[in-house]
């Protein structure tokens, strides 16, 4: 028996399953909203076999793009463009609907992933940063150091955002508090130079995290929200496994409702070791510690890893992102392998197996 087929509650929220489709920035946005492209991309990934199927990170604000080409949820034309999204999801597909909501911070006004995320020149429609600290991202002109006034806006247009993205009919609702982001860069000692009641000791470094995830909270009533954290800069000096289990330990007080762990990406200095399911002990040192619903992630391939990882307890749910990007339709394969039952639309069933012989051609593991 398989369990990462089998449901798992977060808060108000039953999966149908324990796999996940990590969120994955598209640059293919229209001033922010989706066009074609999120449509194709996202409605096929709710036929994935994917129990949750994360739509990719979001900005609050639209100066809070990564690129020219990232989602923002800032307004109502780019609300209703989300909301036929989420619509043709449900219409086609058996995923639940998560978004996840993040601002750039000094990793903003860059090229997309394809042109190496090059900050972007003046003439290039480069715009200006924001960041805890004016401290620039390896060769990005420095950002400017925010308010207390840009706090405010941040922490309200997270809520705005927020409650966009339930009137658009999502299911869930994650804060990007990692990979370099603006929150991180709050979290992060390596980015966080403030003297404020922001910056300095791990107790004011988390409070942003933590008053905008009590905005976004309150602004998504009965809808399931949680946190993508960070456990490890991979810098000396920067934040470490410790960081994330006292991070998640003060969002689970808060009532959130699972985290996702992850690491990396807060500076260029990062000496980080990458190799398969290397994430994996990070989710599950907050998972024991915690008790707390928490999502493993990063370089996960195969069903029996993915397998292993829920079953053995390090998490409760596994996200993958480039083996969707590879192959869209990886969560049937991995029920197959692993003797459970995708969800199989009837439009595809013929091709299902074990009535397709062609599955036991490409993967011996499903001969007859
Ligand atoms: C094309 C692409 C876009 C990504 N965009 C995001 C994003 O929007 N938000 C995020 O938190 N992570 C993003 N990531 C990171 C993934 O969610 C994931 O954490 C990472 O790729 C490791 O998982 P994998 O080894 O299964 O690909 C992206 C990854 C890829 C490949």
Known sequence: MSTLFTPVEIGPLTLPNRLVVAPMAQYSADEGAHGPWHRAHLGMLANSGAGLVMIEMTSPSYAGRCTHGDCSLHDDRTEAALAETV?????????????????????????????????????????????????????????????????????????????????????????????????HQFHSPVTNRRGDAYGGTAENRMRLLLEVFDATRAAAPGIAVGMRITASDWIEGGLTPDDAVALAKALAARGCDYVDVTSGGIDPAQKITVGPMYQVDFAAAVKAATGMPVRAVGLIATPEQAEGIVAGGKADMVALARAFLASPRWGWWAAYRLGATPMVPLQAQRAAHPAWAGWGMMDPALSA
Not at 126 to 145: D, K
């Open 87 to 183: 619509a043709l999801m449900r219409a086609v597909g058996g995923a639940k609907v998560g978004i996840q909501i993040g601002h750039g911070g000094r990793k903003a006004s860059t090229h997309p992933s394809w042109k190496g995320f090059a900050p972007l020149a003046p003439g290039e429609g480069a715009y200006e940063t924001i960041a805890p600290s004016p401290l620039p991202f390896g060769a990005a002109p420095a950002p400017r150091e925010m308010t207390p006034a840009d706090i405010r806006a941040l922490i309200d247009d997270h809520a705005a955002a927020a409650a966009r993205a339930v009137r658009a009919g999502v299911d869930l609702i994650e804060i990007h508090g990692a990979h370099g982001y603006l929150l």
